[in-house]
């Protein structure tokens, strides 16, 4: 991996664990919390609530009611037997002695009633837990003869409410929240043996989570107009959890929550999902941060190591798999009790591999102008673009064994013509028989090898496949000395020399890659069948072009020929059959 890759990884994973640290991304992580965890089950038939609608409210008047009506309300619904009831209706102020009394004369009948409490709160930095500040109780009076529950509702960075306070202290006292009363009471009165408050699972701001219930299954809910009406109130109530509270647009006491955040839950409706919650016992505790940040550091050791060996294609499905994966290991961690952060690990996966394929990006540009420069000078534009599709990799540049056509082509008589001519036209004449012979090479998709003084080396089917190499080298061969004829000609009556060259080829193995030293590679060719090619090129003289049988074999249906004797041929033992290539059938 190189120095860039390491220096971007290592900011990357530093800033997700910040981030991770102070929640910089809460509103992506919850939504995804919210779209993965709420499976919105069906809510609970023991938990009723008695709604102060815009019906009842339009038939008792406007809010709030006296307490002699709050107290007639109470009545109607003890009539019903429930377990408990909770008023969600602050009544911290004294109105009327005659009306206080009523109500405190008629809840002082029961033991099941909550009233609630509500509180201000502040964060403070040394504990980093919520400090109750002040408490807003039930009148004296009232508070003496109920239970008392704290009621706030707490709304996330944005607005939803997915946690519910268990607990506070408040003067050396614990305030247990409405929704637990209710519970506790529930439980206690259905002789079923209630969760202890310390043993609630919860954050480190005594909250524990809300798991929502359906939308469209939710808790029982009948108009406080309905029920007044009604005299079987113990078909409605009896053993069961009743909740009294606003459910009016105009009493401003309604949150948008995970499941529906077009549509808005009243506060008695939250309170009603907390309270089955406890009911149900299937409570749900984010893990610590710790972790999470082991988390991180394992999918991001994960990313590290799989992103950076397979290809684009393949790491694309693996970035997506991984996604999946990491969602259901969530999910199955979710029903087993806790919940761990989804955005952050998922982050790092879509950053690794948005680096990854620029890496690779990074790395193609780079070998595209490595082979462009290493093949530009070698080979037509042609085959330029076929090695670059195929990619450095394939191409085992390091060194590989290939069966290739050799071509070695040579000016006759050059040391002649040198001493005839001055420096400048000897080069310019070189310049256009070299121009002569590469175009001829690259019309054919010929490899060029290197020049050495006025001698040509190419080689077919390398450093990519060529099909009917030997045919292809053939051609090249034929093309080239017929344009040579046409330069000799314009060279012999511009200067009075003689421009010919003779051409050999052969076909075998050779050991084909970049060869040099560190300063300098070349790619080019080695091995007997180069050396057969080289001698066949110095046997032959000005205009001819012979090929060996290797060569003639497999062009032999194309070309015409002349059968010329068998040669010994330097640095070979065996005599070898040559052929005098005349032309294209």
């Known amino acids: 991996m190189n120095r860039t890759l390491k220096v971007l990884l290592g900011i990357v994973l530093g800033l997700i664990v910040i981030f991770s640290y102070f929640n910089t991304f809460y509103s992506v992580e919850y939504s995804l919390e919210d779209s993965t965890y709420q499976y919105k089950k069906p809510a609970s038939d023991d938990i009723v609530i008695v709604a102060i609608d815009d019906e009842s409210l339009a038939e008792y008047g406007r809010w709030p009611w006296s307490r002699e009506k709050t107290a007639e309300v109470i009545e109607k619904i003890e009539s019903g037997k429930p377990a408990a009831l909770g008023i969600d209706i602050v009544m911290s102020e004294k109105t009327t002695d005659v009306e206080d009394k009523k109500l405190v004369d008629t809840v002082s009948k029961y033991k099941n009633i909550v009233f609630p409490a509500y509180g201000v709160f502040r964060q403070t930095q040394s504990t980093d837990k919520l400090e109750l500040t002040s408490l807003s109780e039930p009148f004296k009076a009232l508070k003496e003869n109920v239970t008392i529950g704290q009621i706030n509702v707490f709304t996330d960075e944005d607005g939803i409410p997915r946690r519910a306070p268990v607990y506070f202290e408040h003067n050396s006292e614990t305030i247990s929240s409405f929704d637990y009363q209710l519970y506790k009471m529930y439980m206690q009165n259905n002789n079923k043996l209630p969760i202890e408050l310390s043993k609630i699972p919860r954050d480190k701001l005594s909250r524990m989570y809300i798991d929502y219930n359906n939308r469209y299954t939710a808790v029982p809910i009948i108009s406080l107009l309905e029920f007044i009406n009604n005299e079987d109130t113990e078909m409605y109530f009896k053993d069961k959890i009743v909740i009294l509270g606003p459910y009016a647009v105009g009493l401003n006491d309604y949150y948008y929550t995970p499941i529906d955040k077009s549509n808005?839950?009243?506060?008695?409706?939250?309170?009603?999902?907390?309270?089955?919650?406890?009911?149900?016992?299937?409570?749900?505790?984010?893990?610590?941060?710790?972790?999470?940040?082991?988390?991180?550091?394992?999918?991001?050791?994960?990313?590290?190591?799989?992103?950076?060996?397979?290809?684009?294609?393949?790491?694309?499905?693996?970035?997506?798999?991984?996604?999946?994966?990491?969602?259901?290991?969530?999910?199955?961690?979710?029903?087993?009790?806790?919940?761990?952060?989804?955005?952050?690990?998922?982050?790092?996966?879509?950053?690794?591999?948005?680096?990854?394929?620029?890496?690779?990006?990074?790395?193609?540009?780079?070998?595209?102008?490595?082979?462009?420069?290493?093949?530009?000078?070698?080979?037509?534009?042609?085959?330029?673009?076929?090695?670059?599709?195929?990619?450095?990799?394939?191409?085992?540049?390091?060194?590989?064994?290939?069966?290739?056509?050799?071509?070695?082509?040579?000016?006759?008589?050059?040391?002649?013509?040198?001493?005839?001519?001055?420096?400048?036209?000897?080069?310019?004449?070189?310049?256009?028989?070299?121009?002569?012979?590469?175009?001829?090479?690259?019309?054919?998709?010929?490899?060029?090898?290197?020049?050495?003084?006025?001698?040509?080396?190419?080689?077919?089917?390398?450093?990519?496949?060529?099909?009917?190499?030997?045919?292809?080298?053939?051609?090249?061969?034929?093309?080239?000395?017929?344009?040579?004829?046409?330069?000799?000609?314009?060279?012999?009556?511009?200067?009075?020399?003689?421009?010919?060259?003779?051409?050999?080829?052969?076909?075998?193995?050779?050991?084909?890659?970049?060869?040099?030293?560190?300063?300098?590679?070349?790619?080019?060719?080695?091995?007997?069948?180069?050396?057969?090619?080289?001698?066949?090129?110095?046997?032959?003289?000005?205009?001819?072009?012979?090929?060996?049988?290797?060569?003639?074999?497999?062009?032999?249906?194309?070309?015409?020929?002349?059968?010329?004797?068998?040669?010994?041929?330097?640095?070979?033992?065996?005599?070898?059959?040559?052929?005098?290539?005349?032309?294209?059938?």
């Not at 069948?529 to 003639?552: D, F, H, M, W």
Request: net charge neutral.
């Open 264 to 585: 808005q839950l009243f506060g008695v409706e939250i309170h009603a999902n907390v309270i089955q919650n406890m009911m149900e016992g299937k409570y749900k505790v984010y893990v610590d941060d710790y972790i999470n940040i082991a988390i991180i550091l394992i999918m991001a050791i994960i990313t590290l190591l799989l992103f950076r060996k397979i290809k684009p294609i393949m790491t694309t499905i693996a970035a997506v798999l991984l996604v999946i994966i990491y969602m259901l290991v969530a999910k199955y961690v979710y029903e087993k009790g806790y919940i761990i952060y989804l955005i952050y690990p998922i982050m790092w996966i879509t950053i690794h591999y948005v680096l990854a394929i620029l890496m690779r990006y990074i790395e193609k540009i780079k070998e595209i102008r490595e082979i462009t420069t290493m093949f530009g000078k070698y080979v037509s534009p042609k085959i330029v673009k076929e090695i670059l599709a195929k990619g450095e990799g394939d191409l085992k540049l390091g060194g590989t064994k290939r069966y290739v056509t050799l071509f070695f082509v040579d000016i006759r008589g050059f040391t002649t013509m040198s001493e005839k001519l001055e420096p400048e036209k000897v080069v310019s004449v070189l310049n256009e028989y070299f121009e002569n012979c590469v175009d001829s090479i690259f019309k054919y998709d010929g490899t060029l090898d290197k020049f050495v003084g006025d001698e040509i080396m190419a080689v077919f089917n390398a450093p990519i496949d060529l099909p009917n190499h030997e045919l292809a080298a053939v051609r090249a061969a034929i093309d080239m000395r017929d344009n040579g004829r046409k330069l000799h000609d314009r060279v012999r009556e511009e200067f009075g020399v003689e421009l010919k060259f003779g051409i050999g080829l052969n076909s075998g193995y050779a050991i084909v890659g970049n060869i040099g030293t560190s300063f300098k590679m070349d790619y080019t060719c080695i091995g007997d069948a180069v050396n057969t090619a080289a001698r066949l090129q110095s046997i032959s003289k000005g205009g001819q072009i012979i090929i060996s049988k290797s060569v003639y074999d497999k062009v032999k249906d194309y070309i015409e020929v002349t059968d010329l004797d068998e040669v010994k041929v330097k640095g070979k033992e065996e005599q070898i059959k040559i052929y005098q290539v005349e032309g294209l059938l």
